[in-house]
């Protein structure tokens, strides 16, 4: 196959209109992270638009441009990009207004209700010109945005041809560190280019009627998507992500986890805190070998859970061990803690000719919530090389430090993603592994040394019940977010319901007043709020 793809493939994703704002910033934590932090809007942030022609009455394929009255945003903040040229002002002679651009500007960076309302520019780009000069070249130009949205597929293609477009975008992600999220399609097989390996790939899910894809992909069963979003297509999906990763980017730069912000800011780091701040559905699944569930990826969206878990900071191995490869690698003993429970890391692994290499994180879940158990979630990202077919084999794994014993791992060998979720887990010490296959020569591993990003989370949420007159009064944190309160009034045969409750904000509390009635009454929390 050429490298220039016949873009007679090229097929939109379909199905909305945008009538109203499938997307809830409630739901995907926009709305709690805007109580909690300042002035958290992409501010900063350079992202770019491409769009492919959705009206299939007139086949224009001119039809890609954001009106930037639609969206309420600044026309001095838009470069419109096409074959016809290059221009800064609307209305222009290189393309026309795409109803379809609209409504995903509207949820990506619009006014009133877009994730990241004020990023610093937008370069929106016809999709194929977008195609062949900047991803279907051997040498890909720097596109300058940190965030590049894509709420279009190829639709269905051959493997070999989905590996190609995905080994195209793998190489303009990591030549220019630009982080691409994208949509997999509205149902069947997942499709590029939200199947490359460096991306985001983004399905919906939770909606009536919501409808996506699902994985693995179709060449070598890797795991997407990545991400979901209750929304009523993946194109209103996907720009929530986009969104979501700008103001991330944004909070990286300013600060807001710790000073080395060049590692807070690496598509790495911002892919493995949104996958590690998902909420888990009921129904969530993975294994050892595939990461992530088939339908939802990491979970639901929650920029906020993943906002947290930045600002927990950088924090580095405590120890770092080689072992002969193959071989066994149980906790160290070593002394050293990690000293917050929801965090991240930006750092290396490199091991040698014939041994594996382990980077261990020593964590001691305990708090002075008496039994109180944890949820425990980790995410290890890693780029798939420039120019290069294959990827270095890292996996996860949780040991409990107390008896040696294995808790859970995560251990594709054919993604660039690993995925640990333990509910439940009990307090004590663990050792979370980041490790890596013997270096060269050895068969399909490209390098002795990878950069990598994680991102941790220990967490444990108490209900507490107290007596307000003839209320009763029920106060949790806010992180985790996505927790929703449910009740019955019998615990041998419960029949669990929300009531409607709606819960009140105070500070980093949330607070639910209920009528206290002669019945008795048992509370829970439970997630997935959404």
């Not at 993943?306 to 080689?322: D, F, M, R």
């Not at 425990?376 to 780029?383: F, Q």
């Not at 995560?410 to 333990?422: A, K, L, M, P, Q």
């Not at 509910?423 to 490790?435: I, N, T």
Request: hydrophobic content about 40%; charged content about 10%.
């Amino acid at each position: 196959m050429n490298r220039l793809i016949c873009h007679a493939v090229l097929a939109v994703v379909l199905a909305d209109i945008f009538s109203g704002r499938a997307q809830s910033l409630d739901q995907i934590g926009v709305t709690l992270l805007r109580t909690q932090t300042t002035n958290l809007d992409g501010t900063g942030i350079r992202v770019a638009q491409a769009e492919a022609n959705t009206d299939s009455n007139t086949n224009d394929p001119s039809m890609f441009e954001v009106n930037p009255t639609a969206v309420s945003f600044p026309t001095n903040r838009f470069t419109y990009s096409s074959d016809a040229g290059t221009t800064n002002t609307f209305p222009n002679l290189v393309g026309n207004e795409s109803g379809h651009a609209d409504g995903v500007a509207g949820i990506f960076y619009g006014l009133p209700g877009g994730v990241a309302t004020n990023v610093a520019h937008v370069d929106n780009y016809d999709a194929d010109y977008f195609l062949t000069t900047y991803i279907e070249v051997l040498s890909p130009p720097n596109v300058n945005a940190a965030v590049v949205n894509q709420s279009f597929t190829f639709g269905n293609l051959t493997a070999s041809s989905q590996q190609q477009i995905d080994s195209d975008y793998d190489n303009a992600a990591a030549q220019n560190k630009t982080l691409f999220v994208s949509a997999v399609d509205n149902g069947g097989n997942v499709h590029a280019p939200g199947t490359s390996y460096n991306s985001i790939g983004v399905a919906c899910a939770g909606a009536a009627d919501s409808h996506s894809s699902t994985g693995p992909t179709i060449d070598n069963g890797r795991c997407k998507p990545d991400l979901t979003v209750p929304a009523f297509s993946t194109s209103d999906a996907t720009p929530c992500v986009s969104g979501a990763a700008a103001v991330l980017m944004q909070a990286a730069l300013r600060g807001d986890g710790g000073s080395d912000t060049n590692s807070a800011f690496n598509i790495r780091t911002i892919k493995a805190l949104l996958l590690n701040g998902a909420v888990k559905p009921a129904d969530w699944t993975n294994a050892n070998s595939s990461p992530l569930d088939v339908r939802y990826g990491a979970g639901v969206l929650n920029v906020f859970n993943s906002y947290e878990q930045l600002v927990g900071g950088k924090q580095s191995y405590t120890a770092a061990t080689t072992i002969a490869s193959g071989g066994a690698h149980p906790p160290t003993g070593a002394t050293g803690t990690m000293s917050v429970l929801s965090g991240w890391d930006f750092n290396t692994n490199s091991s040698g000719n014939s041994s594996d290499a382990v980077n261990h994180y020593y964590f001691d879940a305990t708090n002075n919530l008496s039994g109180a158990k944890f949820n425990a979630t980790a995410t290890l990202v890693w780029n798939r090389q420039q120019n290069k077919t294959d990827i270095n084999d890292l996996n996860l794994f949780l040991y409990n430090c107390a008896n040696s014993n294995l808790v859970a791992c995560s251990t594709s060998r054919v993604d660039n993603v690993e995925h640990i979720f333990v509910p439940q887990l009990a307090p004590g010490r663990y050792d979370l592994q980041v490790w890596k296959a013997a270096g060269i020569p050895v068969v399909n591993i490209v390098s002795a040394a990878e950069p990598y990003a994680l991102a941790f989370a220990f967490t444990t949420t108490k209900l507490n019940l107290t007596r307000a007159g003839t209320n009763a009064v029920l106060t949790w944190p806010v992180y985790p977010a996505g927790f929703c309160v449910e009740a019955t009034t019998n615990l041998a045969t419960p029949t669990w319901n929300t009531n409607n409750f709606s819960a009140a904000l105070t500070g980093s509390t949330n607070i639910l007043t209920v009528t206290m009635t002669n019945a008795a009454q048992f509370f829970r929390l439970r997630q997935p709020n959404f």
